[in-house]
């Protein structure tokens, strides 16, 4: 049986639950997230898993660090781990389209699925989807809301999030 631990941190985005499974960084849920599982399955509350993941994420909201470097224990399809190991290639302050993700895994008709498994990354902000936009460069979809997605590309790009989108 899995150890799962977790724990809640700031961020100028809400608060961040981290979850562990067996002390490797496993999700990361956003308040009124969507898919946010119950929070019965977040195992005990200790936070000594989560040293490098916070001073990261902090690094990261500082505006000192461009590219997360964490284990991280992802659990989805063969397919979803495909697209979420794209979705770390895409470089702070730049947005790839699906259709461009599909491409890049090889099945350019695979859009639609690629934003289905985009919307079920479970370590968004380290996993970086909100960098996924559509065709038209117009906002879509977000676990954590438009407005939040909005914010971190505006933060990622030095922006107004007003002077986006």
């Known amino acids: 049986m899995p150890t799962v631990q977790h724990t809640v941190v700031d961020s100028p985005y809400d608060a961040l639950t981290l979850v562990a499974v067996d002390g490797v960084l496993s999700r990361i849920h956003m308040t009124d997230q969507r898919h946010r599982p119950p929070e019965e399955t977040f195992g005990e509350r200790d936070p000594r898993p989560f040293t490098e993941a916070v001073r990261q994420l902090d690094a990261y909201f500082?505006?000192?660090l461009t590219a997360f470097?964490?284990?991280l224990k992802l659990i989805g399809t063969p397919f979803q781990l495909r697209v979420w190991e794209q979705l770390r290639?895409?470089?702070y302050g730049e947005t790839r389209t699906y259709g461009e993700l599909a491409e890049a895994l090889g099945n350019p008709g695979a859009s639609r699925a690629v934003g289905l498994a985009n919307g079920?990354?479970?370590v968004s902000i380290v996993v970086?989807?909100?960098r996924v936009?559509?065709?038209s460069g117009s906002l879509t979809g977000y676990g954590g809301g438009l407005d939040r997605k909005k914010?971190?590309?505006a933060f990622e790009s030095g922006a107004?999030?007003?002077a986006l989108f």
């Open 62 to 64: 500082a505006g000192e």
């Open 69 to 71: 470097d964490l284990p």
């Open 89 to 91: 290639l895409i470089p």
């Open 120 to 122: 079920k990354n479970p």
């Open 128 to 130: 970086p989807c909100h």
């Open 133 to 135: 936009i559509g065709t």
């Open 151 to 153: 914010r971190l590309l």
């Open 160 to 162: 107004s999030p007003d």
